[in-house]
C-alpha cells in the first residue's frame, strides 16, 4: 500500500501558543482514519493543514507526493483532489443548491452547465437529496445542508476527503443520515481523515482510530484495540468520559 | 388649547399696543411743519452718500435748494426707491424726490411737479461698423427691449425711417443681437447704454440722446397741493435765478466725449491672456450684476489696463482666500480683489502702484446705539477672514474687549449683525458704503481708520511685465479721466459721469424679490451652478466608486502590505476634513509640483480621495461582514482567490454594501458645496454670487436647499428601488 498523505513532524503555533506539538502521520489509499480527541486538542487544527487551510509552522506534508507545506506548490491544484466537509456546512449562500455543487467543476475542470448539472444530479440522488436541486440553501434543514456540502465536495472526484466534526452542528436526528452517507462512502473505497466525536462511527467504520491530546498523538490503532483495550490513561480517561454518560 | 389661545390674544394685544404707540408718532412728526422726503439710497448723480457720509446730489440739492426759496424745512429720508415710493403711498412721508421718471401709470397715484431732468435715448452700434445715423437703418433689424422708453421711441420712427425690430425681454441678449451682427444697432437709454459700454460691450453710442422723459417730484395724489405747488413756485425760482443750472453743472459739468483709451500696446504683455483671481463677492470692487456677469471697480480697472495695454485676462472669481492662495501657489498669474497692501503680503507677493485708498470703518444695525469702539465690552463682532477689517478689529480687539466672530463672505458678516448676532462689524469704508446702498439695514459710525492702499497683487520675483503694464495702465487710466469714471460709476465720487450708474440702480430697486422673481432672474445661473453639481457629483462618485472598491478590496487581501496600504490611505483621507483636502490640492500641489491643476479636476480628485476612502472603509467591512467559512469552502474546493472572491464572497458583500453606497451617493452630492471654496461655480457658489448681487439671503438660501432636496428626494427613491429589487 501507498501513502496518500504523509505528515512529518508537524508543528503549528499561533504565537506563543503552541497548537501541535510535533504529529507524525501516514494515511494509506483507501484507509478511514478517525482522530478523536478533547476539545482544544489540536485535532481540528490537524486536518486543516492536511489541505493548508492553516499553514504548517514547521515540518512536511505531503499529498500524493506534493509537499503542500512548501509555498511554491499549486495549493489549488492539490486541492482538487481534497474534498473538505465542515462543521458548519459553509454552503454558499447567494447560490442555489446545484450551483453550489456547479460552481467548482464548472470553474476549475472546465464542464459544460449541463455536464455539471448531470453530475449534480446522480451526487444529489446519492445523498438523498434528488428533490431539492433548484432549493435555496437557506430552505434547507441542517442535515440536508450537510449532506449537500457533501456532495458539493464529491463533484470535483477527489481521492481523500477530510471531514471536520460533520455532525456536531446538527440537531440528533439529523446525525444518521449524514453518517449513513459517509459509510456509503467509505465502503466505495473513498480515502478519508474524519474528526468526530462520534464514538460509533469510529468503531463501526475506521480502518485507525487516531487519539490526539494536548498536540500529539498519544495512541493508535485498531478500534477494537483502542475502545476495548485504551493504553494511554489520558485515553482511558476521555473514553470514560464519553461513553458513560 | 385655551392656554393657546390666550397667549396668542395677549400677543395679538401687545402688538396692536405697540403699533399704537408708534403711529401718534408719525402725525406728531409731520405737524411739525418740516416735510418728510423720501428718496433714493443710491441714485448718482441725483442722490447718493458723498464721502463724509453726507447725501448729495442733483435730487437733494435741488430739494434743498427749493425749500430755502420758499421757506420750509426737509428732512430728506433715504428709504430706496420702491420703499419711498411705498411709504408715500401710505402717507408715512409727504413727497418724493428719486430720480423718478413721470408716467402715467405713476400719474394716477401721485401728482408730479414740474419735470426738473430730461432722460433721453440713445441709439448703438458695433463698435466697428459705419452706421452713425438713423437714415442708415432702412431694411435692417434694430434691437430693443419689451417696455422701455427707447423701444417707444424706436416703434415711433420705424416707419419713417424703414427699419424693422426685434423685442427681447433683456438688455443682455439685445447687446448679443448687435455684436453678433444679427441686428445692425439697439436703441436704450443714454445711462443704460453707458453703462453697458463701460462694462466692454463691443458697441458704440453713435447719436445724441433723442427727449423722451422727464424726472418729477411726487406727493400723494389729492393731497399736499401745497406742498407742490411750494415746489413749483420753488422751482421756477431757482431755474430763472440760474441755481438749477449751477446744481446740474455741479454734478454733470461739461457732458465729456467718450474717448477710447489710447491703444499704444505694451509689447512685453501684448496679446498675452494672463489668469486673475479674484473675490466672489467684493462689491463694488467685484459681484455679479444681474446679467450674472462680473463687474465692479476692479474688474473695470483691470479690463482696462489690459485694454489700454494690450493684454488680455482671465478674470476667475475663486473667493478671496482661495485666490490669495492659488497665486501664492502659481496656479494663477496676478489678483485683483480690493487686497490691502500690508508688509505681511509683501513678502510674498509683489504689489502694483496702489490703485485705491481705503479705510475701516465700523458699521452696526440701523436701530443700534453703538456709535463707539468703546461700547463694543463684551459684545460680539463680525469680521470677514483675511480682510484689513479683521486686522484692525483684532488689533483693538483686546484694549476695547469684545470677542470676534469670523465670516468667509461679507453677506454672512452684514446678516450677522443685521439678526442681532454681533453688535457690530468692520469692514473696508467703500464696500460697507455700497453694501448700505444696495439695501444692507446697517449703518456706519465711525471715520475710516487704519487707511490703507488696494494694490493688485502678482507673486513675487514673476510676472514683473504685467505688474509693469498694470502700473503703466493705471497711470495712463489716471491720466485720461477713465480711472475716475470707473471709480465714480460704482461710489458716485466723481460728477462727471455719474450717470451712468443711474438708469441700472432703478432697475435693481425695481427687480422682483418674491420667491417666484428670484428664480425667474437666476434661472439662467442656477440652472448652470444645478449642472456642474450634477456632473460633479457624477464625475467623483465614479473615480470615488472605483477608488473605494479597489482600496477595500485591498484592505480585506490577506496580504499584509495590502492591508496596511489600504488602511492608510483610509486613515489619511478620511481622517482630513474635506475643505482642507480641497485647499491642500487646489494650492498645495501645485506648490509642491509646479504645474496647475483646474479647479474642476482638483475637485473631482477631492471627493475621489475623500468620498473613496469612506467608500473602500465599508466595502472592506462588508466583505469581513461576510462569513469567513464561505472563503474556507471555496478555496477548499480548489477555487483561487480572485474567483473565491468574485463567485462567492462579493455578491453577498455587494448586498451588505448597498445601502452604504447609496448613503454615499447622497453625502457626495452635498459634499461638492464644499468645493465651492475653490471657486467651483456650483449651486452653492451661484447661491453666493446671486446673494452678493441682491441680498436676499433668506430667499436665495431657501432656493437652493429645495433644489439640493429635491435631487436627494430622486436619488432616495432610486436606491430604495434598486434595494427592493435586490432583496427580491
Known amino acids: 500500500m501507498t501513502s496518500k498523505i504523509k505528515v512529518q513532524d508537524l508543528k503549528k503555533n499561533y504565537g506563543e501558543n503552541h497548537v501541535l506539538k510535533g504529529i507524525d502521520l501516514d494515511v494509506q489509499n483507501n484507509e478511514v482514519v478517525v482522530i478523536i480527541g478533547p476539545s482544544g486538542s489540536g485535532k481540528s487544527t490537524l486536518l486543516r493543514c492536511l489541505n493548508r487551510l492553516e499553514a504548517p509552522s514547521s515540518g512536511s506534508i505531503v499529498v500524493d507526493d506534493v509537499d503542500i507545506s512548501d509555498p511554491k506548490a499549486d495549493i489549488n491544484k492539490v486541492r482538487q483532489n481534497i474534498g473538505m466537509v465542515f462543521q458548519h456546512f459553509n454552503l454558499f449562500n447567494n447560490l442555489s443548491v446545484s450551483e453550489n455543487i456547479t460552481l467548482a467543476p464548472i470553474e476549475l475542470k472546465g464542464e459544460t452547465k449541463e455536464q455539471a448539472q448531470t453530475q449534480a444530479k446522480k451526487l444529489l440522488?446519492?445523498?438523498?437529496?434528488?428533490?431539492?436541486?433548484?432549493?435555496?440553501?437557506?430552505?434547507?434543514?441542517?442535515?440536508?445542508?450537510?449532506?449537500v456540502a457533501i456532495a458539493r465536495a464529491l463533484a470535483m472526484n477527489p481521492d481523500v476527503m477530510l471531514f471536520d466534526e460533520p455532525t456536531s452542528a446538527l440537531d440528533p436526528e439529523m446525525v444518521g443520515d449524514v453518517l449513513g452517507v459517509m459509510k456509503d462512502l467509505a465502503k466505495q473505497g473513498m480515502t478519508m481523515v474524519v474528526v468526530t466525536h462520534e464514538m460509533g462511527f469510529a468503531k463501526e467504520v475506521a480502518d485507525r482510530v487516531i487519539f490526539v491530546d494536548d498536540g500529539k498523538i498519544l495512541e493508535q490503532g485498531k478500534p477494537d484495540a483502542i475502545f476495548s483495550n485504551p493504553q494511554n490513561p489520558r485515553l482511558q480517561d476521555f473514553l470514560n468520559k464519553v461513553l458513560n454518560v | 388649547?385655551?392656554?393657546?389661545?390666550?397667549r396668542s390674544l395677549g400677543l395679538v394685544a401687545c402688538l396692536l399696543g405697540f403699533l399704537g404707540v408708534m403711529l401718534p408718532n408719525h402725525t406728531a412728526q409731520a405737524a411739525e411743519k418740516t416735510y418728510q422726503?423720501?428718496?433714493?439710497?443710491?441714485?448718482?448723480?441725483?442722490?447718493?452718500?458723498?464721502?463724509?457720509?453726507?447725501?448729495?446730489?442733483?435730487?437733494?440739492?435741488?430739494?434743498?435748494?427749493?425749500?430755502?426759496?420758499?421757506?420750509?424745512?426737509?428732512n430728506i429720508k433715504p428709504l430706496g426707491f420702491n420703499a419711498a415710493v411705498q411709504a408715500l403711498e401710505a402717507s408715512q412721508i409727504d413727497g418724493v424726490i428719486a430720480g423718478?421718471?413721470?408716467?402715467?401709470a405713476r400719474q394716477a397715484k401721485f401728482d408730479f411737479g414740474t419735470p426738473y431732468y430730461k432722460t433721453g435715448v440713445v441709439m448703438a452700434v458695433k463698435k466697428d461698423s459705419n452706421i452713425k445715423g438713423f437714415s442708415q437703418l432702412k431694411g435692417k433689424k434694430v434691437a430693443l427691449k419689451t417696455g422701455t422708453a427707447a423701444a417707444t421711441y424706436a416703434n415711433s420712427i420705424k416707419d419713417k425711417y424703414g427699419f424693422q425690430t426685434v423685442t427681447f425681454d433683456d438688455s443682455n441678449n439685445m447687446y448679443e443681437d448687435v455684436t453678433t451682427g444679427n441686428s445692425v444697432a439697439c436703441f436704450e437709454d443714454q445711462p443704460v447704454m453707458q453703462y453697458g459700454v463701460a462694462q466692454g460691450l463691443d458697441l458704440k453710442i453713435v447719436t445724441k440722446p433723442a427727449n423722451n422723459g422727464n424726472y418729477g417730484f411726487a406727493v400723494q395724489k389729492g393731497k399736499n397741493k401745497a406742498l407742490l405747488a411750494k415746489f413749483n413756485a420753488g422751482f421756477k425760482k431757482?431755474?430763472?435765478?440760474?441755481?438749477?443750472?449751477?446744481?446740474?453743472?455741479?454734478?454733470?459739468?461739461?457732458?465729456?466725449?467718450?474717448?477710447?483709451?489710447?491703444?499704444?500696446?505694451?509689447?512685453?504683455v501684448a496679446d498675452k491672456t494672463f489668469t486673475i483671481g479674484t473675490d466672489v463677492t467684493f462689491p463694488p470692487f467685484e459681484f455679479a450684476n444681474d446679467q450674472n456677469q462680473y463687474v465692479g471697480i476692479d474688474i473695470d480697472l483691470l479690463n482696462a489696463i489690459a485694454e489700454n495695454q494690450g493684454?488680455?485676462?482671465?478674470?476667475?472669481?475663486?473667493?478671496?482666500?482661495?485666490?490669495?492662495?492659488?497665486?501664492?501657489?502659481?496656479?494663477?498669474?496676478?489678483?485683483?480683489?480690493?487686497?490691502?497692501?500690508?508688509?505681511?503680503?509683501?513678502?510674498?507677493?509683489d504689489f502694483s502702484s496702489p490703485y485705491f485708498q481705503s479705510g475701516v470703518v465700523m458699521a452696526v444695525a440701523k436701530d443700534s446705539k453703538v456709535t463707539k469702539l468703546t461700547q463694543l465690552k463684551g459684545k460680539k463682532v463680525a469680521v470677514k477672514t483675511g480682510t484689513a477689517g479683521a486686522d484692525y478689529a483684532n488689533s483693538i480687539k483686546a484694549k476695547y474687549g469684545f470677542k470676534t466672530v469670523t465670516f468667509d463672505d461679507s453677506n454672512n458678516m452684514y446678516q450677522d449683525v443685521e439678526t442681532g448676532n454681533s453688535v457690530a462689524c468692520f469692514e473696508d469704508s467703500p464696500v460697507m458704503r455700497y453694501g448700505i446702498q444696495q439695501g444692507t439695514k446697517l449703518k456706519i459710525v465711525t471715520g475710516p481708520a487704519e487707511k490703507g492702499d488696494y494694490g493688485f497683487a502678482v507673486k513675487k520675483g514673476v510676472n514683473a511685465d504685467l505688474l509693469a503694464a498694470f502700473n503703466t495702465g493705471l497711470?495712463?487710466?489716471?491720466?485720461?479721466?477713465?480711472?475716475?469714471?470707473?471709480?465714480?460709476?460704482?461710489?458716485?465720487?466723481?460728477?462727471?459721469s455719474a450717470t451712468a450708474k443711474a438708469k441700472p440702480a432703478a432697475t435693481q430697486d425695481t427687480e422682483n424679490r418674491s420667491f417666484v422673481g428670484l428664480i425667474k432672474q437666476n434661472k439662467g445661473a442656477l440652472w448652470d451652478g444645478f449642472k456642474e453639481t450634477i456632473w460633479l457629483t457624477i464625475v467623483s462618485i465614479f473615480f470615488a466608486t472605483i477608488f473605494g472598491i479597489v482600496v477595500g478590496l485591498l484592505g480585506a487581501a490577506p496580504s499584509k502590505f495590502g492591508k496596511g496600504v489600504s488602511s492608510t490611505l483610509i486613515y489619511i483621507f478620511r481622517g482630513m476634513p474635506l475643505l482642507v483636502l480641497a485647499l491642500f490640492i487646489y494650492t498645495g500641489i501645485p506648490s509642491l509640483t509646479g504645474s496647475k491643476i483646474p479647479a474642476f479636476i482638483a475637485g473631482v480628485?477631492?471627493?475621489?480621495?475623500?468620498?473613496?476612502?469612506?467608500?473602500?472603509a465599508f466595502v472592506k467591512g462588508g466583505i469581513e461582514a461576510v462569513d469567513s467559512g464561505q472563503m474556507e469552502a471555496a478555496r477548499s474546493l480548489g477555487l483561487p482567490y480572485g474567483k473565491s472572491m468574485r463567485k462567492v464572497i462579493l455578491p453577498q458583500g455587494i448586498r451588505i454594501m448597498i445601502p452604504s453606497f447609496i448613503n454615499q451617493f447622497i453625502i457626495t452630492l452635498k459634499d461638492t458645496s464644499i468645493l465651492s471654496i475653490i471657486g467651483l461655480l456650483e449651486l452653492t457658489q451661484t447661491g453666493k454670487i446671486i446673494i452678493a448681487r441682491n441680498l436676499e439671503g433668506f430667499k436665495v438660501w431657501t432656493i437652493v436647499a429645495f433644489i439640493y432636496l429635491a435631487v436627494i428626494t430622486l436619488l432616495t427613491w432610486l436606491s430604495n428601488w434598486v434595494q427592493r429589487r435586490m432583496d427580491a
Request: charged share 25%.
Open chain 2, 605 to 616: 480628485v477631492t471627493l475621489t480621495l475623500n468620498e473613496g476612502a469612506y467608500t473602500a
Open chain 2, 100 to 104: 423718478m421718471t413721470i408716467t402715467p
Open chain 2, 475 to 496: 497711470a495712463n487710466l489716471k491720466a485720461n479721466g477713465q480711472y475716475d469714471k470707473i471709480t465714480a460709476k460704482y461710489l458716485g465720487k466723481d460728477e462727471q
Open chain 2, 311 to 349: 493684454f488680455k485676462v482671465d478674470v476667475k472669481p475663486l473667493g478671496f482666500n482661495a485666490a490669495v492662495q492659488a497665486l501664492d501657489s502659481g496656479q494663477i498669474d496676478g489678483v485683483i480683489a480690493g487686497m490691502s497692501i500690508t508688509n505681511e503680503r509683501k513678502a510674498k507677493f
Open chain 2, 37 to 74: 422726503i423720501g428718496t433714493d439710497v443710491t441714485y448718482p448723480p441725483f442722490e447718493f452718500a458723498n464721502d463724509q457720509n453726507k447725501y448729495v446730489g442733483i435730487d437733494i440739492d435741488i430739494m434743498n435748494a427749493v425749500a430755502k426759496e420758499e421757506g420750509f424745512k426737509v
Open chain 1, 125 to 147: 440522488e446519492t445523498v438523498g437529496l434528488a428533490d431539492k436541486f433548484d432549493a435555496k440553501v437557506q430552505s434547507l434543514s441542517g442535515g440536508q445542508q450537510q449532506r
Open chain 2, 1 to 6: 388649547m385655551k392656554k393657546w389661545l390666550i
Open chain 2, 238 to 268: 431757482i431755474k430763472a435765478n440760474g441755481t438749477y443750472d449751477k446744481i446740474v453743472q455741479k454734478y454733470l459739468g461739461t457732458s465729456s466725449t467718450t474717448s477710447s483709451a489710447s491703444t499704444k500696446k505694451n509689447p512685453k
